[in-house]
Structure formats: structure tokens, C-alpha cells
Nanobody, 125 residues
Framework: QVQLVESGGGLVQAGGSLRVSCAAS????????MGWFRQAPGKEREFVAA????????GYADSVKGRFIISRHNAENTVYLQMNSLKPEDTALYYC??????????????????WGQGTQVTVSS
């Protein structure tokens, strides 16, 4: 069982930056691919970014490419999402997710089995 706890959300002005974090339980964190997803009011949850278990490969949704950076610190069982040049349309509840039993450089955008409770990010115009 994997437990995920997000933190770091908040209110930021358009053009600003914010970093959200996700702490994971379990001794095998380095074996998980990790992803960030978001859900805005009235919309479906969408993929934002993912990082392979090794940390060597990443993937991003087109809407955030060039602005967001996903990273992980395996020794601290933590994954981060650095969000720059934020826009009002980035406002959403941000979730982290874990996918187990993956190869070291696989970057999945689907198939995640474990989810956190989410952290709210609000970008004002």
C-alpha cells in the first residue's frame, strides 16, 4: 500500500511560481513512476506531468510544457512539481499519483493505482 500526501498549494498571481510536493510512504518509492494530475471545477481530471522511477525520464502535457518541471528525491520519498509562469487556467486541485511495477525509464500518463488527496492551486489574474 502506498500513501501519498501533497502540500505546497496556495494562491499566486498570474506569472508567478509555486512548488507543490508529494511525500510517499513505503520503502520501495524508487520503484514507482510518479505523476501529477489536476482537476478544475466542472472538468475532468487531466494529466500534467510524470517522472520515471529512475528520475531519468519525464513527460509533460502540452499545456504545461516549458513552464512546469517535475523532479523527485528518492532518498526523501518525495516528488515535486515546480510551476512557473502560472496562468489563471492552471487553477485546479493538484493530485500526485504513483504507479508501481514499472521499468526504470517508463513515463506513464495513465494506469496510476495510488492517489493523494490533492492540494489546491489558485492563480489570480
Amino acid at each position: 500500500q502506498v500513501q501519498l500526501v501533497e502540500s505546497g498549494g496556495g494562491l499566486v498571481q498570474a506569472g508567478g511560481s509555486l512548488r507543490v510536493s508529494c511525500a510517499a510512504s513505503g520503502r520501495t518509492f524508487r520503484g514507482y513512476a510518479m505523476g501529477w494530475f489536476r482537476q478544475a471545477p466542472g472538468k475532468e481530471r487531466e494529466f500534467v506531468a510524470a517522472i520515471s522511477s529512475s528520475g531519468g525520464s519525464t513527460g509533460y502535457a502540452d499545456s504545461v510544457k516549458g513552464r512546469f518541471i517535475i523532479s523527485r528525491h528518492n532518498a526523501e520519498n518525495t516528488v515535486y512539481l515546480q510551476m512557473n509562469s502560472l496562468k489563471p487556467e492552471d487553477t485546479a486541485l493538484y493530485y500526485c499519483a504513483a504507479r508501481t511495477w514499472v521499468s526504470a525509464n517508463y513515463v506513464p500518463s495513465t494506469g496510476y493505482a495510488y492517489w493523494g488527496q490533492g492540494t489546491q492551486v489558485t492563480v489570480s489574474s
